[in-house]
Every structure is written in structure tokens, then in C-alpha cells.
């Protein structure tokens, strides 16, 4: 599973592209609501740090709208994706994007149908959001594996998206489920390169190793 991060906090996204582990970011209009600057230079900025897709959200609400902001976007960088929200305007949008070159992430999508709909108009991505369906009491593994298993029963050209990952729990088990991607939070990447055991066994290795050092220095 390749991991992206869930970040327009540019700070981060060179953060953990620093680790090596980054294989693309994604972004929302909340994520720059959060990060509090200028979303076309955040996006200008994060993708000179990241050579893997970038997502980039528009916040049109008719397939104009999004057509004409998916354009520009598109032009911000050669590894800008569109990410269009999965309502009928978005899917229209997307088939036309499409036919243009433009690659599309379809966002807040919640059901296998949601899926196979934006697939079918040419979505390249699609991202299925899991701690959002927790939220209201739903399975969001649970339609993750049902998307994982539905698509990957044809020989489609669209890639899962694990997003609105909460948790390290989450990031294991999309990997587990068999998405293709997860995009996850850098407080939660974080968090799972962490293991008190690891912590544990480092300080021990330091305090044998300054042992013997004390030991060699008096003999
Ligand atoms: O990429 C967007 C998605 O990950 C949102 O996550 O935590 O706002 O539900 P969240």
C-alpha cells in the first residue's frame, strides 16, 4: 500500500517527504482552511516536494464550475489531481476533465456504488472516507473492503484511496483490506513508526553501549 499525506501544511509535507515514505499528498478546502494560506501556492509549493500525484480539491458545485477550476488547478503542476466531490454535477465533470488528460480523485465517497458511478465516468481515484462513516456509527472498513473487493473484481483502472484515516489501527487495516493507497494524517504517520519497545530497546542499547565505554576508559 502506498501511503500519501492528508496535508496542505507545507511544513509537514517536507517533514515526511524528508522520512521517504511519501508517494503523494492530498488536500482539501478544509485542510488549507486549517493551514490559513494561499491554496494555489501551498499546492505550487507542496509540489515541487512531492513528484507523486497531488491532490487538489475544487469548490464549485455545478460541472462548469468545477470544470473550469479543474482546469486551472491542472495547470498549477504536471502532478496535479483533480478532486471533484461524487454528486452528479462532479461525475459529469469528471467524464469531461477526463477526455481532456486531467487525472481525477473522486472525494467523499461512502458506498461500493458511489464507486463503481465515479469509475464508470473516469475517475482515476477514488476515496472512500472510513473515520467519517465511523463518525455516525457506520463500518468505514467495512465499505472500504466492500469497494476493494467490488472494483477489483473487473480490470478497472481506478486506484482505492483509503482517507480520513483517524487512527494507526486504520492505516493497518486498509493495507490489510487491500487498498492502494492510504492518505493519512502526518500526527498519525507519526504515530506509526512509534513502539514503546522500540523506545525501550534504543535506551537499553545506549546504556549497554556507555557501560562498556565507562569500563574500557578505566581498565
Ligand atoms: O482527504 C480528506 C479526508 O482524509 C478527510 O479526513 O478526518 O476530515 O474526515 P477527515
Known amino acids: 500500500m502506498k501511503m500519501y499525506i492528508d496535508s496542505a501544511v507545507v511544513s509537514e509535507v517536507k517533514e515526511a517527504a524528508a522520512w521517504g515514505i511519501i508517494s503523494g499528498v492530498t488536500t482539501n478546502p478544509s485542510l488549507a482552511a486549517r493551514a490559513g494560506q494561499d491554496y494555489k501556492s501551498v499546492l505550487t509549493e ?16 455545478t460541472r462548469g464550475e468545477m470544470e473550469k477550476e479543474g482546469r486551472e488547478l491542472a495547470k498549477i503542476a504536471d502532478n496535479i489531481i483533480v478532486k471533484i466531490p461524487m454528486t452528479s454535477e462532479g461525475l459529469a ?11 481525477i480523485n473522486m472525494t467523499l465517497v461512502f458506498t461500493l456504488n458511489q464507486a463503481l458511478l465515479a469509475t464508470a465516468s473516469g475517475a482515476s481515484y477514488v ?3 472510513l473515520g467519517r462513516l ?4 457506520n463500518d468505514g472498513l467495512g465499505s472500504l473492503a466492500e469497494m476493494v473487493q467490488g472494483l477489483g473484481n473487473y480490470d478497472l483502472d481506478v486506484q482505492v484511496i483509503a482517507a ?14 487491500g487498498a492502494d493507497i492510504a492518505t493519512i494524517p502526518f500526527k498519525v504517520l507519526k504515530q506509526m513508526m512509534h513502539h514503546p519497545l522500540t523506545d525501550k530497546g534504543i535506551a537499553s542499547f545506549l546504556a549497554d553501549w556507555e557501560s562498556l565505554q565507562a569500563k574500557l576508559n578505566k581498565g
Not at 47 to 61: C, D, H, N, Q, Y
Not at 134 to 137: A, L, N, S
Not at 168 to 177: C, G, K, T, Y
Open 127 to 129: 476515496s472512500p472516507f
Open 93 to 103: 465533470a469528471t467524464a469531461k476533465l477526463n477526455n481532456e488528460g486531467i487525472d
Open 164 to 177: 480520513s484515516i483517524r487512527g494507526p489501527r486504520h492505516a493497518s487495516e486498509a493495507a490489510l483490506i
Open 46 to 61: 507542496i509540489s515541487a516536494l512531492v513528484s507523486g500525484p497531488i491532490s487538489a480539491e475544487v469548490v464549485g458545485t
Open 134 to 137: 465511523d463518525d455516525i456509527g
